[in-house]
């Protein structure tokens, strides 16, 4: 099982709808979290981190559920700007340097 | 802003070649990254440095070699290029340890095609 997995999609939804993407890490003692977006042939930007119950900033919410040892992000009213690839980023190592990646899971948004 | 500036975008070399990747952060972060990014792969750390003159290998650092001289610049280095390093490189900084909200910052990426 590899250490932070994510669907990979594509997710395909029209403009306007409301998306949600899970992403799942097996390590319990990870304590930070982070959503990259990533354009193609671009570098990954940070969206947003994680290391509570959640966080939200404007049309995008992330929310951890260390229980089942997931986190989601959830975007609210999709915009064609929001198509990419979004990747999950679990900060894992003893001395909290090194972040273990998912492979992304790729959103289009449709007029 | 965090700024992390890999000076070469684009580079065709050689098989066999001496391939020299440089990245600077302005940001006096202590962490420093290499990845390589392959399309189904995801990203995959190559080395990392923790301070000036130090280093860790990633999961992936056959091939590669890295130095650290001075804090802001971490360069990579591959020995003796070969086909299968085409790729894109992406250099990293962050903080050292310290909160748990210290985040990954990237550079643009330096796309390497090796023939």
């Known amino acids: 099982r590899k250490e932070v997995e994510q669907d990979p999609g594509p997710f395909n939804v029209p403009e306007g709808a409301t998306v949600a993407f899970n992403c799942t890490y097996s390590n319990s003692a990870s304590q930070s979290f982070f959503w990259y977006r990533q354009d193609c042939r671009k570098e990954p930007k940070l969206l947003m981190s994680?290391?509570?119950?959640?966080n939200e900033d404007g049309r995008f919410t992330a929310q951890l559920n260390r229980a089942s040892q997931y986190i989601s992000l959830l975007i609210r009213d999709s915009k064609l700007s929001d198509s990419a690839t979004y990747l999950c980023a679990a900060r894992s190592d003893s001395n909290n340097r090194k972040l273990i990646w998912g492979l992304g899971t790729s959103l289009a948004v449709n007029p | 802003d965090v700024k992390v500036t890999q000076s070469s975008r684009y580079l065709v070399k050689r098989t066999g070649e001496k391939v020299f990747l440089e990245c600077v952060q302005d940001?006096?972060?202590?962490?420093m990254f290499w990845y390589r990014q392959d399309p189904g792969l995801g990203l995959r750390l190559i080395y990392f440095s923790y301070d000036v003159k130090m280093k860790e290998k990633g999961d992936i650092p056959e091939g590669y070699s890295v130095s650290r001289e001075k804090k802001e610049r971490f360069s990579l280095i591959l020995e003796s290029a070969s086909t299968n390093q085409t790729s894109m490189y992406l250099c990293?900084?962050?903080?050292?340890?310290?909160?748990?909200?210290?985040?990954?910052?990237f550079g643009e990426g330096s796309w390497l095609t090796v023939v």
């Open positions: 994680v290391y509570s119950s959640g």
């Open positions: 940001m006096d972060h202590e962490n």
């Open positions: 990293a900084s962050s903080l050292w340890q310290g909160a748990p909200g210290n985040t990954i910052y």
